[in-house]
Antibody, heavy 117, light 109 residues
Framework: EGQLVESGGGVIQPGGSLRLSCAAS????????MSWVRQAPGKGLEWVSV???????FYADSVRGRFTISRDNSKNTMYLHMNGLRADDTAVYFC???????????WGQGTMVTVSS | EIVLTQSPGTLSLSPGEGATLSCRAS???????LAWYQQRPGQAPRLLIF???TRATGIPDRFSGSGSGTDFTLTISTLEPEDFAVYYC??????????FGGGTKVEIK
């Protein structure tokens, strides 16, 4: 069974940058649609970005122009490069594998990003 | 953009009782594109149902999904202690690619 492990979260000042990683095992990142989903403290789930196997990438309006999703197929790892961080980006960030019409069957444990001065 | 409205916001029930959770879409959607998740405190979401009615691998048969068009339902036939959690419905479509409902919390009465 596949496993995803996120890392890279932390406390960062407004306007700062951070790179999150999502390391996969038992599932091949390059063969799958992989998404980032975030959850602000005490709130619901919000889709952030998706990376297609063919290299296409899409973003939520709230992060477009500030966040970039990428992959390193040799490391079987997906990344989320976050620039211009704002307080409302504070959340747990999950990576997930899309299985069937967007239904995500494999999730990481999440990594917390706190944007605060 | 599809908006998913879940109701009720909170369900207070006892173990052994049944639960019915609703998810209403702002416009008609394909059943293929509707999924349900369970999220326990401090954990990642867990896929329960995809394609509106198909249980994911390892999901007990007390969980069932139904519905079409704009109205979808997640039913838990008999609540076990581990079922007290927050449940989200999700739609897959054009940007935003994934849209989630606001969640229903099933709490112990």
């Amino acid at each position: 069974e596949g496993q995803l492990v996120e890392s890279g979260g932390g406390v960062i000042q407004p306007g700062g940058s951070l790179r999150l990683s999502c390391a996969a095992s038992g599932v091949t990142v390059s063969d799958n649609y992989m998404s980032w989903v975030r959850q602000a403290p005490g709130k619901g789930l919000e889709w952030v970005s998706v990376s297609y196997g063919d290299g296409n990438r899409f973003y939520a309006d709230s992060v477009r122009g500030r966040f970039t999703i990428s992959r390193d197929n040799s490391k079987n790892t997906m990344y989320l490069h976050m620039n211009g961080l704002r307080a409302d980006d504070t959340a747990v960030y999950f990576c997930a594998r899309e299985y069937f019409f967007g239904a995500c069957d494999i999730w990481g444990q999440g990594t917390m990003v706190t944007v605060s001065s | 953009e599809i908006v998913l409205t879940q109701s009720p916001g909170t369900l207070s029930l006892s173990p052994g009782e049944g639960a019915t959770l609703s998810c209403r879409a702002s416009q008609s959607v394909s059943s293929n594109n509707l999924a349900w998740y369970q999220q326990r405190p401090g954990q990642a979401p867990r896929l329960l149902i995809f394609g509106a009615s198909t249980r994911a691998t390892g999901i007990p048969d007390r969980f069932s999904g139904s519905g079409s068009g704009t109205d979808f339902t997640l039913t838990i036939s008999t609540l076990e202690p581990e079922d007290f959690a927050v449940y989200y419905c999700q739609h897959f479509g054009n940007l935003p690619r994934l849209t989630f409902g606001g969640g229903t919390k099933v709490e112990i009465k």
